[in-house]
């Protein structure tokens, strides 16, 4: 089956650091990949969804400068928190989209999530 | 907006029993809704769909959904609970993103349902 893979599963990190998260579509061409954010015991919010070759395209109160989304293939897409703060810690959940997939029915597949910790 | 909502933090059930984990949904025109599972530091999986035909629908692990008009709701069900079904369950709607036409769809969630089966 389709599998997404991330990295890292956990990254503790100081104030004022950037930290990158990757997202790999393993056995499949993803030409859209989704970014959520995902609070304890909260649901997913989606943060943006990067499309292959173009800019990401931001979902209303996400800054772009902080959360710097680039989706350079078909299976890499990165998520960069800039000057990371404490209130950035969270649960961050790739998904992808498989290409040709058959447009908005196709099954979004899941990362296992990135744990970010800000100090 | 499109959105669902799922009234229940947690559900408890004794294994073997059926199981429901409540979804009510919130949309303009035809609704395409999800059900995903979610364990313990793991992606989301997908369970199943409704786009449209029938309104009970199978999907992975034993687990079905009935789509109802009427009480605009799609309730997650199983006739014989599992000790290993215990995780977290999300509803989610099909749901156009971003304010550029362009921008595609994505999904959103429901908050979640903790179900616990007991031995």
């Known amino acids: 089956g389709a599998v997404v893979s991330q990295h890292p599963s956990r990254v503790i990190c100081k104030s004022g650091t950037s930290v990158k998260i990757e997202c790999r579509s393993l056995d499949f061409q993803a030409t859209t990949m989704f970014w959520y954010r995902q609070f304890p015991k909260q649901s997913l919010m989606l943060m943006a969804t990067?499309?292959?070759?173009?800019?990401?395209?931001?979902e209303q109160g996400v800054e772009k400068d902080k959360f710097l989304i680039n989706h350079a293939s078909l299976t890499l897409s990165t998520l960069t928190v800039t000057s990371a703060h404490p209130e950035d810690s969270s649960f961050y959940i790739c998904?992808?989209?498989?290409?040709?997939?058959?447009?908005?029915?196709?099954?979004?597949?899941f990362g296992p999530g990135t744990r970010l910790t800000v100090t | 907006a499109q959105s669902v909502a799922q009234p229940e933090d947690q559900v408890n059930v004794a294994e073997g029993n059926p199981l429901t984990v409540k979804c009510t949904y919130s949309?303009?025109?035809?609704?395409?809704l999800f059900w995903y599972v979610q364990y313990p530091n793991r992606g989301l999986q997908f369970l199943l769909k409704y786009i449209t035909g029938d309104n009970l629908v199978k999907g992975s692990y034993g687990f079905e959904a009935e789509f109802n008009k009427s009480q605009t709701s799609f309730h997650l069900k199983k006739p014989s609970a599992l000790v290993s079904d215990s995780a977290l369950y999300f509803c989610?709607?099909?749901?156009?993103?971003?304010?550029?036409?362009?921008?595609?769809?994505?999904?959103?969630f429901g908050k979640g349902t903790s179900l616990l089966v007991t031995p």
């Open positions: 989610a709607v099909r749901a156009r993103m971003g304010s550029n036409s362009n921008s595609g769809y994505a999904l959103n």
């Open positions: 990067s499309n292959e070759g173009s800019k990401a395209t931001y």
């Open positions: 949309v303009s025109g035809n609704p395409y």
């Open positions: 998904s992808a989209r498989v290409r040709g997939g058959g447009t908005i029915f196709s099954e979004q597949y």
